[in-house]
C-alpha cells in the first residue's frame, strides 16, 4: 500500500506567499495578460513565458502535441492571439483505457501588446512542442542613448 504524504502547511503557505510575490514583481508586465473570461471557452490553456531583450519580446508557449499547422497567430487591433486543437489520438494498441490526464482539444490566449511593438515583423518558430514568437519592439521603444556634448569655458562665458 502507498502511503499518501501530507503537505506541511508551513511549506503551503510559503508557496501561496512565492505565488503573491510573484503576481506583485509582474504586475508591471500586465499588459501581456488575458481576459479572464477566456478560460472558460477552452479546453486548456498553454503555459507561456515572456522575456524582454532590448529589441524584443519574447514569447515561449508550451503546446506539447500539437502540429504546427493547426497553430493560428493574429494580431488585431494590438492583441495577439495564438489558438489551436490538440487532437487526441486513439490508442489502438491497448486493450482498454486506464486513465487518460493529457489535455485535448481546442485552446487560445490572447496578450495585449504595448503600442512599442511592430505588429509587421512578428515571427513566430515551432520547435519540440515549444512556439516562440517574436514581437520585435518599435524603434521609437528602443532605448537611446543620448550623448552629453562637452563645451569649452569659453562658450560659455560669452
Given at each position: 500500500m502507498?502511503g499518501?504524504?501530507?503537505?506541511?502547511?508551513?511549506?503551503e503557505?510559503?508557496h501561496q506567499l512565492?505565488?503573491?510575490?510573484?503576481?506583485i514583481?509582474?504586475?508591471?508586465f500586465?499588459?501581456?495578460?488575458?481576459?479572464?473570461?477566456e478560460?472558460a471557452?477552452?479546453?486548456?490553456?498553454p503555459?507561456v513565458?515572456?522575456f524582454?531583450e532590448?529589441d524584443?519580446i519574447?514569447?515561449?508557449?508550451?503546446i506539447?502535441?500539437?502540429n504546427p499547422?493547426?497553430?493560428?497567430i493574429s494580431?488585431?487591433?494590438?492583441l495577439?492571439?495564438?489558438?489551436?486543437?490538440?487532437?487526441?489520438v486513439a490508442e489502438?494498441?491497448?486493450?482498454?483505457?486506464h486513465r487518460?490526464?493529457r489535455?485535448?482539444g481546442a485552446?487560445?490566449?490572447?496578450?495585449r501588446?504595448s503600442a512599442?511593438?511592430d505588429?509587421?515583423k512578428?515571427?513566430?518558430?515551432?520547435?519540440l512542442?515549444v512556439l516562440t514568437?517574436m514581437?520585435?519592439?518599435?524603434e521609437?521603444a528602443k532605448?537611446?542613448?543620448?550623448?552629453?556634448?562637452?563645451t569649452?569655458e569659453?562658450?560659455?562665458?560669452?
Open positions: 502507498v499518501i504524504t501530507q503537505r506541511d502547511p508551513t511549506m503557505l510559503l512565492e505565488h503573491r510575490m510573484g503576481r514583481f509582474n504586475d508591471p500586465r499588459t501581456f495578460e488575458w481576459p479572464e473570461h478560460a471557452t477552452t479546453a486548456w490553456q503555459l513565458d515572456i524582454e532590448p524584443v519574447r514569447l515561449v508557449a508550451e506539447p502535441g500539437v499547422e493547426d497553430v493560428k494580431v488585431e487591433s494590438n495577439l492571439t495564438i489558438k489551436g486543437t490538440k487532437e487526441q489502438e494498441k491497448a486493450e482498454k483505457v487518460y490526464e489535455t485535448y485552446f487560445e490566449r490572447t496578450f501588446l512599442s511593438i505588429p509587421n512578428i515571427k513566430a518558430t515551432y520547435h512542442g514568437i514581437l520585435p519592439k518599435a521609437t532605448p537611446h542613448l543620448i550623448k552629453v556634448e562637452v569649452a569659453k562658450a560659455l562665458k560669452a
